[in-house]
């Protein structure tokens, strides 16, 4: 099986989970939002916000630097995920107890206070959960994940919508995160038992502090990320109120799902690429420029069909309430092309040992996210978030390329202009079809994905090499069969 067709198949299985869970995701957003309304389901964004900056310090990089070792010898899986599970566990109580005393002070009251409680629970069990996560990545084991994401996905949805059928106040809708999330848990606890080797707990104080230095960076990228990722919403709900995160986190929730959608494909790439680093650096440039092609042709669509359809994806899913949403949302989608590409390239740095470039970057990112806020969003409230969320990832792009310069994997500009010249000549033609037939969205996705897959061959963006891997890939599907 060829590097790309592996990569490519531990994806697959990562996009069915991406599938179930975003169609239950978006379930849960089409009855809540609509429950709740702008203020309510803004409270709830605001948690999750917090808890998305809070939950980075549960982990520190810890199972980031387990999957790149474990996945370059299997034999490696009991001790290293042991020891960092005593580690994220001590890690996760502290954040829980640091995340209710910022509550406390923040001002939080009534069913606010209650709320932000209720979400720090979901934060704890999920960072349980997504450790197991770590350790099927690293054995490349993506079912068992699709297994337990798909038990939480389908478990919120069901309770959220038991408590919307008994009339249950905000509190009571927040609930079904933390409830869904520790029954994910105990799922993936089962999993460990039986298919993974017992832990093992190695304390001695030089394995220790190789653990805690090489995460360390990881951890610090992940504390960034998460800044310039979430720091929007938290600083709308000081700034602007929760209406303003309502309709900011309404534009939001499109990108979370793509976001979610890289991150599993990252998740299925990290262990390969961490692999291919050690054994032949030549297949594992060959891998980064195929992916970052693809995730190229993945995305550029994505934005200029949403960017057109901004108003009626807003009413479709949120209601007429939120329709002022669809200007941030015409504005935010166009940071998914940036997100992408950075986050592929960040993964690649990630596996090759330069996590402190990545690190540095994130950090920069992160300032350019803050500053950029505090002018913009007084200005222009969640449309300004909005402008910033762009502009941070293309920022984000930049120095991630820069940095990619002083590695033997940097980017070759005459080779790489052409694809992407093909890409975007497809979108072209993709959006001028749109504008010009003004169709209504359900036969405009359609007639979209139809003239852009046939655009990809007519521009010659799609190639035989790629019409090869997806060949292979096929071919394994059968042969398992």
């Avoid at 034999?75 to 020891?83: E, S």
Wanted: hydrophobic letters at 55%.
């Amino acid at each position: 099986m060829s590097v790309t067709t592996r990569v490519v198949k531990n994806s697959s299985l990562l996009m069915v989970t991406s599938v179930v869970t975003n169609l239950m995701m978006f379930l849960l957003t089409l009855f809540t939002a609509r429950y709740l309304g702008t203020y309510n389901f803004g409270l709830i964004s605001s948690a999750l916000s917090v808890i998305g900056i809070f939950g980075v310090f549960c982990d520190l990089g810890l199972g980031m630097y387990a999957i790149q070792k474990v996945s370059r010898d299997h034999d490696l899986t009991a001790r290293y995920f042991g020891t960092a599970f005593v580690l994220r566990f001590i890690l996760t109580i502290l954040t829980f107890v640091f995340y209710v005393l910022f509550t406390v002070y923040s001002g939080f009251t009534g069913e606010s206070f209650w709320v932000m409680v209720v979400i720090g629970g979901y934060m704890f069990f999920n960072s349980l959960t997504t450790f197991y996560y770590s350790m099927y990545q690293s054995n490349e084991q993506m079912h068992f994940q699709t297994i337990v994401n798909t038990v939480y996905s389908v478990g919120v949805f069901i309770v959220a919508l038991i408590f919307i059928y008994l009339g249950c106040n905000v509190v009571w809708i927040a609930a079904a995160y933390p409830i869904s999330m520790f029954i994910a848990f105990l799922i993936g606890h089962i999993i460990k038992i039986k298919y993974y080797p017992k832990f093992t707990y190695d304390f001695n104080k030089s394995f220790i502090r190789e653990l805690v230095v090489n995460g360390i960076p990881f951890g610090i990228t992940g504390v960034f990320t998460s800044i310039y990722f979430w720091i929007a919403s938290v600083m709308l709900t000081f700034m602007s109120g929760n209406v303003a995160v309502g309709l900011f986190s309404s534009s939001q929730k499109l990108l979370l799902v793509l976001s979610s959608i890289f991150m599993l494909i990252s998740n299925a790439v990290f262990p390969v690429m961490s692999q291919l680093y050690v054994t032949d650096t030549v297949k594992l440039n060959a891998l980064y420029q195929k992916m970052l092609k693809y995730l190229l042709m993945l995305s550029i669509p994505i934005a200029v069909g949403s960017a057109i359809y901004s108003t009626d994806i807003i009413r479709i899913i949120f209601g007429d309430a939120f329709l002022d949403a669809s200007i941030g949302l015409s504005v935010l989608v166009w940071a998914v092309i940036f997100m992408f590409l950075s986050g592929t390239t960040s993964t690649l740095l990630g596996a090759i040992n330069k996590q402190f470039l990545v690190t540095k970057v994130t950090m920069g990112g992160a300032i350019v996210s803050v500053v950029a806020n505090i002018f913009l969003i007084p200005l222009f409230s969640y449309v300004g978030a909005s402008i910033t969320a762009v502009l941070t990832e293309f920022v984000v792009l930049v120095l991630m390329l820069y940095a990619l310069r002083k590695t033997e994997f940097r980017l070759n500009i005459r080779k790489t202009i052409v694809p992407i010249i093909r890409v975007l000549l497809s979108n072209m033609i993709m959006a001028v079809v749109l504008v010009y037939l003004h169709l209504p969205f359900v036969l405009g996705v359609i007639v979209a994905v139809v003239v852009y897959v046939i655009a990809l061959f007519v521009t010659g963006a799609f190639n035989g090499e790629d019409r090869d891997i997806i060949v292979g890939l096929i071919e394994q599907v059968r042969n398992r069969g």
